[in-house]
């Protein structure tokens, strides 16, 4: 007789894809996905309040499963939702259509501007201005280290610690409108920011979308999660739903990570605080990692700084041979 076979429901974990069934890959086991897709988006949820003076979404059932249990032959149900916000709601993205009337929209928005572009994370979070200068104001020259070129420039602040209480909507980090022309004039193909507003809401010109939308570059606020990144070494991607006559509308951030910082991220997570590794008599033998170089503004460095000393890797980019005394770092 033969057995009756069983599906295995997914495990739901929040911000992590559910796991499936897999054929023992790695690349596309459960394990390797999770670590190489980041979400970077918040969780709508009724009642939720995204921008102060803007309305909270209802979410409720437009078909319960108790009345589409009539509709159906027995055993089979159905849930339809029904969902009523405004467009700014979460983590969204702004088109062109949001600050001007003949700019395109969320259905204009061509996907190669959206999806799968190189990214690169510039760190503001618990960094001083000079000067004595407003430390909320982010300018210009703390885009200078970095190559925006043809990128997603994802700004962190931290501001995201702050999502769903009152200290949320005051004080917040932003851009000041000579960054956003060093942007705009460096390549920058979309930008983002884990902070209330991406320009001062004490500012009504709304400079830094004026110049961004002006010149056709989406804009993601309320983000979240961005200190799980590398500064470099993945896609981002937040596509909206294809509406028309719309110039905003949330999204489902997240970024891919690629093959190098995956390893990367793998090594972090498993290694918090030693690492093993195999001698050459096949003994196993047990030493301190480095403690990692925060604040650095290369991010080749800043991925080396991330494996232990030894480490294969760390050879081979310095063009070594795994196993050799020369193979070893022996910066201070």
Excluded at 274 to 288: L, P
């Amino acid at each position: 007789m033969n057995q009756p076979t069983t599906e295995r429901i997914p495990e739901r974990r929040e911000g992590v894809a559910p796991s499936t069934p897999s054929s023992g890959d790695e690349t596309t086991s459960p394990d390797a996905a999770t670590r190489r897709l980041i979400d970077l988006s918040h969780t709508i949820e009724a009642g939720m309040i995204t921008y102060k003076g803007l309305p909270a979404p209802m979410i409720c059932d437009y078909l319960s499963r108790e009345a589409s249990r009539g509709l159906y032959a027995e055993g089979t149900e159905f849930h339809i939702g029904r969902i009523e916000m405004v467009a700014n709601t979460g983590t969204y993205i702004d088109a062109p259509f949001h600050r001007f009337a003949d700019g395109a929209d969320m259905s204009e928005l061509e996907l190669a501007s959206l999806a799968d572009l190189p990214g690169v994370v510039v760190r503001v979070a618990g960094w001083e201005r000079p000067g004595g200068r407003d430390a909320r104001a982010i300018g210009p020259d703390v885009f200078e280290p970095y190559d925006v070129r043809g990128r997603a420039v994802l700004i962190h602040t931290g501001w995201a610690a702050h999502w769903r209480t009152d200290r949320y909507f005051e004080g917040h980090p932003y851009l000041t409108e000579d960054a956003a022309v060093f942007l705009r004039d460096h390549g920058a193909v979309l930008v983002g920011i884990d902070s209330y507003n991406i320009d001062d809401t004490a500012d009504p010109r709304r400079p830094v979308h004026t110049i961004l939308l002006g010149a056709g570059i989406p804009i993601v606020e309320h983000m979240r999660g961005l200190e799980q990144l590398p500064d470099t070494g993945f896609r981002f991607s937040a596509v909206p739903v294809k509406v028309k006559g719309l110039g905003s509308f949330p999204v489902r951030a997240y970024a891919r990570l690629e093959a190098d910082q995956q390893f990367l991220q793998t090594e972090r997570q498993a290694d918090r605080g030693r690492w093993w590794s195999k001698s050459t008599n096949n003994s196993r033998r047990q030493s301190a990692t480095r403690p990692v170089v925060a604040n650095t503004t290369r991010a080749a460095e800043r991925s080396d700084a991330l494996l232990p000393y030894g480490h294969p890797l760390r050879a081979l980019r310095r063009g070594c041979r795994p196993g050799t005394h020369e193979a070893r770092d022996r910066r201070p």
